[in-house]
């Protein structure tokens, strides 16, 4: 298999034309071949006019039909070994154990949607049966399910160049949703992205769907993501990335002649508390688990701790010199891309130079033709940080801010100051759960997943993780892009009142010929009738 540098649009690819790029090695500086070339805008309309003509038959595919195809394009990913592996890790700086760890949480994710969907009873198929003799009206036949928006597209994450990119859960769950793909690859990964759509295209054509169910498109601007969200043809937009980036989008998408939901995952500091029974029990162990969870991936994560909230005390200061220690040390990490790193310095810059902020480590940041870069731990006082909301701003890298409180009203007013969140972090003994039991209550209003006296880092991939968030870390905070309920935000309800059976999609005729179960007449029932 050969990266060709060109844009996939049904069982064609894209001209070399417009003004090439090419991928950077993000340790070395060193520019990858080949170069990519831009999808032009005829391209662009190509590719989602094909999307929407697949729709019609791909949205009829049993749960079976569409499972196979999951499956196919997990193995076909998996079959690419080390051709893929070392094209992610040159053009990300990720290590090889990190790429193979994310292409089999890729696949695993694809395989996972494939059993949801080939078992069926995801769509919450509803039936209400008729009453002709109810009085004083009739009671007619009721019976609804969820059905597939249309053609969806994904856009590519730089911190996950595998399981939020082109195959990743958005991917994935608007497939068994029953939607085409028009991935946008990202420019930073742009030979992995395409290797992976390479992949889909081959199981596309292995299971005989039509062409337009799949697309990859490059493109290095911002021109290429607002046409497709923009395209009235285009139904749903799947989104990982930066504050800035998806606010722009999410507006398009919202102001549109015809809004779209658009699902953007843009920005979370994961506020981690240290209540102080658990700083006495074991605030050695939390400093050093901590320290890791800050700086695992280059502190690339979307759920990297970025406050940690402690009290003011003799313990908490003890805690606040030994992760200092910690993250003061002579390690130097590579981030993705110069654009992420540029970011870096000016976050870390800004911290710096804020007079109520204190520097606790720094290293001398290395120079040479990579994105390398250090860990940083800054430190402020709870009234500081209230009064200034710059303070929440997401750093993304190897940085934290230590927030230090004294009484339990100022922690508490800590937390609802709290932008909305993707995780938050209590770390506490039973006699804190009694000391602070408001906490929880007003954490499960600030983040999607609550975690206890655990780190954030490290997002399971199962039916009932919550990968979302209060505004601004999602657009929607009714949603998760991880686990099996990701499928959701890819459908509608679909009513259908006084249908004759045979008319009926299968999931809701009386003989249930998929044997799911149903809500019939207000019983859950996989029985038929």
Known sequence: MEITGRSIIGNSLGDEQGLPFRGVNPQTGETLEPAFYPASQPEVEEAVRLAAAAFESFRR????????????????????????????????????????????????????FATLIEEGSWVDARIDRADPQRQPVPKPDVRSMLRPLGPVVVFGASNFPLAFSVAGGDTASAFAAGCPVIAKAHPAHPGTSELVGQAISQAVRECGLPAGTFALLHGTGNELGEQLVRHPLVKAAGFTGSRGGGQALAALAANRPDPIPFYAEMSSVNPLFVLPGAMQERGESIATGLHGSITLGAGQFCTKPGLVLLRDDQAGQAFIARLAQLMGGAQVFTLLNAGIERAYRAGTARLDQTPSVETLARPTTPSGPGCQTVAALYQTSAASFLANPELQEEVFGPAALVITWSTKEELLSLTRALEG?????????????????????????????????????????????????????????????????????????????????????????????????????????????
Not at 62 to 83: C, K, N, P, Q, V
Not at 430 to 456: I, K, T, W
């Open 421 to 529: 969140q993707l995780t938050a972090s209590l770390h506490a003994s039973s006699a804190d759960l009694q000391d602070f039991a408001e906490l929880p209550h007003y954490l499960e209003s600030r983040a999607g997943r609550l975690v206890f006296n655990g780190f954030p880092t490290g997002v399971e991939v199962c039916h009932a993780m919550v990968h979302g968030g209060p505004w601004p870390s999602t657009s929607d905070g009714r949603s998760t892009s991880v686990g099996t309920r990701a499928i959701f935000r890819f459908t509608r309800q679909v009513c259908y009142q006084g249908f004759p059976d045979q008319a009926l999609p299968v999931e809701l005729q009386n003989s249930n010929p998929t044997g799911i179960w149903r809500m019939v007449d207000g019983r859950l029932t996989q029985d038929s009738f």
């Open 61 to 112: 595919l049993t749960g079976r039909e569409r499972g196979l195809f999951l499956r196919t394009i997990a193995s076909r990913i998996e079959s690419m070994g080390d051709l893929l592996t070392n094209r992610a890790v040159a053009e990300t700086g990720l290590p090889v154990a990190r790429i193979q760890g994310e292409t089999g949480r890729t696949c695993g994710q694809l395989r996972m």
